[in-house]
């Protein structure tokens, strides 16, 4: 028998390592997957990790899907520094898009540059006030973030559910779930022509470098991580928990609703029954694998828009199923916590006790 015993404080290296073993034991798993599968692992990968890159149009899409990544990711970076846990990122983004879907839809007819600034800060204050409801529950009931944000986040899908199948739904649009398309004003420029990659690319890395200044160099962003790091100590030094929890669910959902406006003023250019593929869940292991660093969220967040890509690639020109991309995905969760063990904890055996020992205590 063996039991675990924490090691001393880890390196910053054996850290910053941890998420380059988990990807090299995604890769390996990865190849046993397509071997099974019927696949050429070499050839597999080809098409999985390194056709995405061979192309303009290819390196686009994954810049497209790499920003609400980066948006979400840094948010929940922010909040998990502090043991805030926001799970529903998703559900801000939906909020998200739905405020900003909103303002669209009611400036329809105008022709002005103040549409798609009105339509941030409206998906920002959206994502605010969806996060605002487990903030204050947790600060009031001390009841879990964990549950309450990720219940919210099906609230929100059956809300936008609600919205296109009727309120914003088309008139003109043969009875199809979806609202009217976004005018011109209020959609987001592109960033290259022929490309889908827009402005909210550059928005996120602003977004990214803000957020490592603020962890950086700012009290509230060192209070946060003292809180999570130690959280007697903070206590002790008089850092106000309910100060942090909302700094975090206020900090996260203003970033996740921004993502939402990014999909519905970008891609998608109207209202959907779906805005998000998934992205606020992603996103959680965005922050992990990038360290809850926002620099390291952005390097995390291309390395998912990959799987994401390469996903779909893989289906078109391998036949495989769908769900491999999910699969790749939990894969790298699962060898990043297995990394972190074993970085920070080791098996040390168990001794068993000797005859005379046990002898001698039946004796007394």
């Known amino acids: 028998m063996s039991t675990l015993e924490p090691r001393p404080e880890p390196s910053r290296r054996m850290m910053l390592a941890s998420p380059l073993i988990a ?16 696949q050429q692992p070499l050839h597999a990968f080809y098409v999985y990790f390194v056709k995405p890159w061979t192309s303009l149009y290819g390196v686009g899409e994954l810049l497209l899907k790499a920003t609400p990544l980066i948006l979400c990711g840094v948010g929940l970076a922010i909040g998990f520094r502090a043991n805030v846990a926001n799970i529903g990122a998703d559900g801000q983004l939906t909020i998200g898009a739905i405020a900003a879907g909103a303002v669209a839809l009611y400036f329809d007819q105008v022709e002005a540059w103040w549409v798609l600034p009105l339509m941030l800060a409206a998906g920002a204050l959206g994502g605010m006030l969806w996060a605002a409801i487990p903030a204050l529950l947790r600060t009031r009931f001390n009841t879990s973030e964990i549950l309450v944000s990720l219940m919210l986040v099906y609230v929100a899908y059956h809300l936008l559910s609600y919205l296109v199948h009727g309120p914003m739904r088309d008139p003109d649009g043969f009875n199809f779930p979806q609202s009217k398309m976004f005018s011109a004003s209020a ?13 909210a690319f550059v928005l996120s890395l602003v977004v990214a470098a803000a957020a490592w200044f603020f962890c950086k160099h700012t009290f509230a962003g060192y209070r946060m991580q003292v809180s999570g790091m130690a959280p007697a100590a903070a206590l002790y030094a008089g850092f106000s928990e309910p100060r942090n929890v909302w700094l975090a669910f206020m900090v996260s959902g203003a970033l996740a ?31 992990y694998v990038g360290r809850l660093h926002p620099l390291g969220v952005v ?6 828009s990959l799987l994401y890509i390469g996903g779909e690639t893989a289906q078109i020109e391998l036949q495989v199923p769908s769900a491999i991309t999910g699969m790749f995905q939990g894969l790298l969760l699962f060898y990043l916590l297995a990394a972190d063990l074993f970085i ?9 006790p000797t005859p005379a020992s046990v002898a001698v205590g039946e004796t007394v």
Request: positive net charge.
């Open 23 to 38: 990807a090299a034991a995604m890769l390996l798993t990865g190849s046993l997957l397509f071997f099974f599968l019927g």
């Open 344 to 352: 920070h904890y080791r098996f040390k055996p168990r001794k068993r």
């Open 257 to 287: 609703g921004v993502a939402g406006v990014g999909e519905v003023a970008g891609p998608l250019g109207q209202m959907q029954p779906s805005v998000s593929s998934g992205y606020g869940f992603a996103a959680i292991i965005v922050a």
């Open 299 to 304: 390097l995390s967040a291309l390395l998912m």
């Open 187 to 199: 959609t987001l420029p592109l960033l290259v022509e022929g490309l889908r990659t827009n402005a």
